[in-house]
Nanobody, 119 residues
Framework: QVQLVESGGGLVQTGGSLRLSCAFS????????ISWYRQAPRKEREFVAV????????VYADSVRGRFTISRDNAKNTVDLQMNSLKPEDTAIYYC????????????WGQGTLVTVSS
């Protein structure tokens, strides 16, 4: 059974940095594309970034491109999201998503980690 556990959230001032981590437990980590999503209060969940299973391709939402960097370590079964130049509008619960459906595996969500950026 696949499980995802996010960590690294917290309170940071505008312009600061945080590094989120998503720990994957289970089989076949390299078969999953891993994404980060976020949900701000009273808003719908939105895509932030995805890194493909080969780690050769990453895609970012326009709102975070140039400030956030997603990376994965297929040996450690982890995916990190380095967030720099944080803004108050980045405040949200950040969720890790593992999608292996194109290759016959599952889609799994983590429980989320809260990021608060103070102005």
């Amino acid at each position: 059974q696949v499980q995802l556990v996010e960590s690294g959230g917290g309170l940071v001032q505008t312009g600061g940095s945080l590094r989120l981590s998503c720990a994957f437990s289970g089989r076949a980590f390299s078969m999953y594309d891993i994404s980060w999503y976020r949900q701000a209060p009273r808003k719908e969940r939105e895509f932030v970034a995805v890194i493909r299973r080969s780690a050769a391709n990453a895609v970012y939402a326009d709102s975070v491109r140039g400030r956030f960097t997603i990376s994965r370590d297929n040996a450690k079964n982890t995916v990190d999201l380095q967030m720099n130049s944080l803004k108050p509008e980045d405040t949200a619960i950040y969720y890790c998503n593992a999608d292996g459906r194109p290759r016959g595996y599952l889609e799994v969500w983590g429980q989320g980690t809260l990021v608060t950026v103070s102005s």
